[in-house]
């Protein structure tokens, strides 16, 4: 379990900073803290040991430089690189990141590009299928969109990642318990880790706006994290504390007026993941429909009051349409807490007041960890079933995690925060527990692939209903009966692979 945590002195020795960089610090010891962005000197305090990194388990070899193809999505070129350097940090160290892995396995690296996004999910789809269909051995590995390429695993195109030899999903460059999670009785097309950047882009956390949490005497978000307090009564809480009408016409409007929280629709639904309400439980390879707990319904309840009924609580839908109006909302400093994705930072450049980063609060105390569910545009990597030689894909898969993890992904950490993360040492802890907790569900990997699927009830959108035992009541059997479709699929591919 050691290995597993990402530890906040590695990310520290790992950005090289330069030294004109400031130091912060966000912690008073107090419950209502005064929470501010100081400078310090480079003599601040420092940890008095560095620890060194894991070592890749891969050996050394020497392929003949075997060209290596991975069939990727074009809308996430930044994840792999064009093969060239471009003066451009993250781009630099993902080039730099491929060169050692070329040199330590005797390989060049190729990346194909064809657009693979929603709309063009079938298109990207075909051209694995026609290729394995074929016999055809081009493409060694693919780099896809979970919620586009997941759905077409029923058609038995992709190799069992059970079966990888070389790749140890135990480290720390790969999600925490994948098998566990998602596997449909033992069997799993797709696996996430640091080989893929959006594991970082596409990771749900909360915004915090630091000047409304001082002006309204509120806790600090940090400690309450640190001292095993952030839980779902608490967020409530400190979301209905911020209402103001500031135009005074008698209406709040998200447009207008100080608010407690505001909700990108997609993130807003990962609470159900972040809250661990489970609807589908994988044991032993095992699927076992749960259906709707007691602690599903409460939470449920909890947020719909809180999202629907509070007055302080918006929620809006600005990724799909590239507006990203929930960002310009909290840029402007009238909302104290917000759920996004952290590649909503680029759009916070400019504003004005000094923000957090805070993992989603737990259900309660006894919740064991804080949970960050990845955004299912997140590129999965999958291995077609005709790649030519499954142990060296496996190398390359797990060769390229590693040196993601640690020379590239702190490094998109570095930039898209700019000098946030590196003056923010709470940022750096902060950032350190979401990662730890990054993960899917079962729900959410098969959210398009089963019917029935029970992944948008938290998005609060549209005109919901309170009573989710209804909802959940119109759609159990068309998603179970899906499940038990989707099982029997992959037992047949397995059978005759």
């Known amino acids: 379990m050691e290995k597993r945590i990402i530890s906040l002195l590695l990310l520290l020795a790992m950005l090289a900073l330069p030294a004109a960089l400031a130091a912060c610090g966000g912690d008073t010891g107090?419950?209502?803290?005064?929470?501010?962005?100081?400078?310090?000197?480079?003599?601040?305090?420092?940890?008095?040991?560095?620890?060194?990194?894991?070592?890749?388990?891969?050996?050394?070899?020497?392929?003949?430089?075997?060209?290596?193809?991975?069939?990727?999505?074009?809308?996430?070129e930044y994840e792999h690189g064009t093969g060239e350097q471009t003066g451009?940090?993250?781009?630099?160290?993902?080039?730099?990141?491929?060169?050692?892995?070329?040199?330590?396995?005797?390989?060049?690296?190729?990346?194909?590009?064809?657009?693979?996004?929603?709309?063009?999910?079938?298109?990207?789809?075909?051209?694995?299928?026609?290729?394995?269909?074929?016999?055809?051995?081009?493409?060694?590995?693919?780099?896809?969109?979970?919620?586009?390429?997941?759905?077409?695993?029923?058609?038995?195109h992709f190799y069992n990642m059970a079966n990888m030899k070389y790749v140890d999903f135990d480290n720390p460059w790969w999600i925490a318990e994948m098998f566990d999670r998602f596997s449909v009785n033992g069997i799993l097309y797709g696996v996430i880790g640091d080989i893929s950047m959006s594991l970082y882009t596409d990771l749900s956390v909360i915004f915090f706006n630091v000047n409304k949490l001082n002006s309204y005497g509120l806790e600090n978000p940090y400690e309450l994290v640190r001292s095993n307090k952030w839980v779902l009564d608490k967020f409530i809480e400190m979301g209905v504390s911020v209402k103001a009408d500031l135009n005074g016409d008698g209406v709040m409007k998200v447009e207008d007026d100080e608010i407690g929280f505001l909700a990108e629709y997609v993130p807003n639904g990962t609470f159900q993941t972040a809250l661990e309400l489970p609807v589908v439980n994988v044991s032993g390879g095992k699927i076992e429909y749960l259906g709707?707990?007691?602690?599903?319904?409460?939470?449920?309840?909890?947020?719909?009051?809180?999202?629907?009924?509070?007055?302080?609580?918006?929620?809006?839908?600005?990724?799909?349409?590239?507006?990203?109006?929930?960002?310009?909302?909290?840029?402007?400093?009238?909302v104290l807490l917000m759920a996004n994705f952290i590649y909503s930072t680029e759009h916070l450049r400019d504003m004005e007041d000094d923000y957090g980063i805070i993992p989603y609060p737990k259900y309660d105390e006894n919740q064991d960890r804080h949970l960050a569910q990845l955004g299912t545009s997140t590129q999965m990597i999958f291995i077609p079933k005709t790649?030519?030689?499954?142990?060296?894909?496996?190398?390359?898969?797990?060769?390229?995690?590693?040196?993601?993890?640690?020379?590239?992904?702190?490094?998109?950490?570095?930039?898209?925060?700019?000098?946030?993360?590196?003056?923010?040492?709470?940022?750096?802890?902060?950032?350190?527990?979401?990662?730890?907790?990054?993960?899917?569900?079962?729900?959410?990997?098969?959210?398009?692939?089963?019917?029935?699927?029970?992944?948008?009830?938290?998005?609060?959108?549209?005109?919901?209903?309170?009573?989710?035992?209804?909802?959940?009541?119109?759609?159990?059997?068309?998603y179970k009966a899906a499940i038990e479709k989707m099982a029997e699929a992959y037992a047949a591919n397995e059978a005759a692979a």
């Not at 390989?107 to 693979?116: A, N, T």
């Not at 009051?305 to 009238?334: H, L, P, W």
């Open 30 to 76: 107090s419950d209502t803290p005064d929470i501010t962005t100081a400078e310090t000197a480079d003599t601040a305090e420092t940890e008095e040991e560095t620890p060194s990194t894991l070592p890749l388990s891969i050996e050394k070899e020497d392929n003949g430089g075997r060209k290596f193809v991975t069939l990727c999505n074009s809308y996430y």
């Open 88 to 156: 451009e940090i993250v781009d630099d160290a993902v080039y730099a990141a491929n060169m050692k892995v070329e040199d330590h396995l005797g390989i060049e690296l190729e990346f194909v590009y064809k657009p693979g996004n929603w709309n063009d999910r079938n298109a990207f789809n075909d051209i694995i299928a026609s290729t394995v269909l074929a016999g055809d051995s081009t493409y060694d590995m693919v780099s896809g969109t979970t919620v586009c390429v997941m759905p077409s695993s029923s058609g038995g």
């Open 292 to 334: 709707l707990s007691e602690r599903y319904v409460a939470a449920y309840e909890k947020l719909y009051d809180f999202n629907m009924s509070s007055g302080t609580a918006f929620g809006v839908s600005s990724i799909d349409d590239q507006s990203f109006k929930s960002m310009k909302y909290f840029n402007e400093g009238r």
């Open 387 to 478: 790649a030519a030689d499954f142990d060296l894909t496996g190398k390359v898969m797990e060769s390229l995690s590693y040196y993601n993890y640690y020379d590239v992904n702190p490094v998109y950490y570095e930039v898209a925060l700019k000098e946030k993360y590196a003056r923010d040492r709470d940022m750096h802890e902060m950032l350190d527990i979401i990662r730890e907790g990054a993960t899917f569900n079962f729900t959410f990997v098969y959210g398009t692939s089963l019917t029935g699927s029970p992944t948008n009830y938290f998005r609060f959108q549209g005109n919901p209903s309170r009573d989710i035992a209804s909802a959940f009541a119109a759609n159990e059997e068309k």
